[in-house]
């Protein structure tokens, strides 16, 4: 199984400061289509998880231009630009490129 | 608007089965992947399944396997989980995701194994 490692496990960033989150792989993720799935989800407390930016770097529908994704094959990242009280809660990567889905830890994003 | 409506959720005893289902709207299921992923509480996120578009593959956590079994009847735009001898360590929320980017999640459904 592929594990999917999250830097760090916690956050307190202070409101209007960027913030940035790891996630490494244990495997490549680059799928046999050639592309690589990985997904990061947000949860804020009491939701449902939703997904921000899915196959590394592409942002899903309505999510807001300060969540951005990148990196390659093993290393990736997820950076808030400006972190706002509505982005507290937990952050999770994921990847659907083998089997069995494997998430992240989850990072806890809070408010200083 | 495009959303997923878990159901059938409940408190069973340890051994028993419950059966799951997912409503799609304003999209039709024929042409997605669809997953269970579930939540312990306090937990993170553990995958349980997927289905490939036409129900002819699926797979299953190790977790699971031998128990629970996944299906879908796009006619009635609905996907499936067939829970048999459940266990303590089932208690979760189950979520209804689509897509494999895991685009699109439903709200849960809250199943309880206690006795």
């Known amino acids: 199984d592929i594990v999917m490692t999250q830097t760090p496990l916690s956050s307190p960033v202070t409101l209007g400061q960027p913030a940035s989150i790891s996630c490494r792989s244990s495997q490549s993720l680059v799928n046999s289509d050639g592309n690589t799935y990985l997904s990061w989800l947000q949860q804020r407390p009491g939701q449902p998880p939703r997904v921000l930016i899915y196959q590394i770097s592409n942002r899903f529908s309505g999510v807001p231009d300060r969540f951005s994704g990148s990196g390659a094959g093993t290393d990736f990242t997820l950076k808030i630009s400006r972190v706002e009280a509505e982005d507290v809660g937990v952050y999770y990567c994921?990847?659907?490129?083998?089997?069995?889905?494997?998430f992240g830890q989850g990072t806890r994003l809070e408010i200083k | 608007e495009v959303q997923l409506v878990e159901s059938g959720g409940g408190l069973v005893q340890p051994g028993e089965s419950l059966r799951l289902s997912c409503a799609a709207s304003?999209?039709?299921?024929?042409?997605?992947?669809l997953y269970w992923v579930r939540q312990a509480p306090g937990k993170g996120l553990e995958w349980v399944s997927r289905i490939n578009s036409d129900g002819s593959s699926t797979w299953y956590a190790d977790s699971v396997k031998g128990r629970f079994t996944i299906s879908r009847d796009n006619a009635k735009n609905t996907l499936y989980l067939q829970m048999n001898s459940l266990r303590a360590e089932d208690t979760a929320v189950y979520y209804c995701v689509r897509d494999s980017s895991l685009l699109v999640w439903g709200k849960g459904t809250t199943v309880t194994v206690s006795s």
């Open positions: 304003g999209f039709t299921i024929s042409s997605h992947w």
């Open positions: 994921t990847q659907t490129s083998q089997s069995p889905v494997t």
